[in-house]
């Protein structure tokens, strides 16, 4: 157990519908970030928020975004949502960006 | 930009022998950390080594290691007396120190493991 929590586990829904995912980090752990696992892309890093602010981003789409608040959790928004977008959503934790980031269970969103 | 390349998309190992897994990587960047995580069957990302590139010494965890060749920007693993449970997929990742809060992982495609009894 990693200590990162993600919520929820499996999700599964329509076209054009807009989902939000939930991810906890470890205790003490300011940087959360965002990624997606799909067959076609690999392992891709979608965004990352340090102590409540943006602090990169990477292959993320427009119809995505997402946010770190006051207690450090963070959600990412999926919105308008195709069947390309279905994969496995992790979210990874640490301490600041220079230390070693510890991944979440993951989400597997699933868009029929 | 940074890229990753795992050259070995599937790999088999006899249980108790001695595996390694290649990784390659360009940049131009001098200051770095590099990674290997294994994803189990589970789909859980676990790490499993980490080396600076700053450091000479290659990094070790009890059987894993690496091999770092920082001129030739090759970042293998070996791991020793091999076991059931290393049976997964194994992902290299780069990432470029900035030197405070920012921080990615940059993934190679990953190499699958059997490890055969």
């Known amino acids: 157990d990693s200590g990162v929590t993600q919520t929820p586990k499996h999700l599964i829904t329509a076209t054009g519908q807009r989902v939000t995912l939930r991810c906890s980090p470890r205790?003490?752990?300011?940087?959360v970030y965002w990624y997606q696992q799909s067959l076609d892309q690999g392992l891709q890093f979608l965004i990352q928020?340090?102590?409540?602010?943006?602090?990169a981003k990477g292959n993320i789409l427009e119809r995505f975004s997402a946010q770190q608040f006051p207690d450090l959790h963070s959600e990412l928004n999926l919105s308008s949502l195709e069947l390309g977008d279905s994969a496995l959503y992790f979210c990874?934790?640490?301490?600041?960006?220079?230390?070693?980031?510890?991944f979440g269970p993951g989400t597997r969103l699933t868009v029929l | 930009a940074q890229t990753v390349t795992q050259s070995q998309p599937e790999m088999s190992v006899q249980e108790a022998e001695t595996v390694t897994l290649s990784c390659t990587y360009d940049?131009?960047?001098?200051?770095?950390?590099l990674f290997w995580y294994k994803q189990p069957p589970s789909r859980q990302m676990i790490l499993v080594i980490r080396q600076e590139a700053y450091k000479q010494q290659n990094a070790t965890e009890n059987r894993f290691s690496v091999n770092f060749q920082k001129a030739a920007k090759s970042f293998s693993l070996k791991i020793s007396d091999s076991q059931l449970g290393d049976t997964a997929m194994y992902f290299c990742?780069?990432?470029?120190?900035?030197?405070?809060?920012?921080?990615?992982?940059?993934f190679g495609k990953g190499t699958k493991l059997s490890v055969k009894p």
């Open positions: 990874a934790s640490s301490l600041t960006g220079e230390n070693e980031q510890f």
């Open positions: 990742a780069f990432m470029k120190n900035y030197g405070g809060s920012q921080g990615n992982l940059i």
């Open positions: 928020y340090y102590n409540g602010e943006e602090r």
């Open positions: 940049t131009s960047e001098s200051n770095y950390y």
């Open positions: 205790s003490g752990d300011l940087s």
